[in-house]
């Protein structure tokens, strides 16, 4: 199972945000640089942030993103679906008929990557954007 560096990089950008959200909106530019991501990267990221209401874009001299709801109401699974970001570790689809190996049965290890899926998911529903900034904040001090 592995992330794309699409839903790694929104999550980074949105903790990033979130640490500044209460003073000011943020630029990308911002996050771009203390990141390290692309600018256009990030600007396709917070496109489709924005289509699902997690940010909101302000605009003028003083413009950039604001989070849509407080930190601690964003959960990951919600960053993950508004960037497609899709966290799989079975090759099949669970409402198909047809098997992992295109044959007409299930894996012989298929339960136990579903069951981790599971987990992973329930992690992912846990985890809000307030914990990875009271995580990184604790890191620091």
């Not at 794309?4 to 530019?29: E, H, Q, W």
């Not at 996050?31 to 997690?54: A, M």
Request: net charge positive; charged share 35%; proline share 1%.
């Amino acid at each position: 199972m592995k992330l794309t560096s699409k839903g790694r990089y929104a999550v980074m950008a949105l903790v990033d945000l979130a640490r500044f959200n209460n003073i000011n909106p943020v630029s990308l530019r911002d996050i771009s640089l203390r990141q390290g991501i692309s600018l256009d990267y990030l600007e396709q990221i917070f496109s489709k942030l924005r289509k699902k209401e997690i940010v909101q874009s302000v605009r003028g001299n003083q413009g950039g993103y604001v989070l849509n709801k407080k930190a601690k109401e964003i959960k990951l699974t919600n960053i993950f679906d508004a960037v497609d970001e899709k966290v799989k570790t079975v090759q099949c689809k669970k409402e198909s008929k047809k098997g992992c190996n295109g044959k007409s049965t299930k894996c012989l290890t298929h339960n136990l990557w579903d069951e981790l899926e599971n987990h992973i998911n329930d992690f992912f529903e846990k985890k809000s954007l307030e914990d990875l900034v009271q995580d990184n904040t604790e890191r620091r001090i």
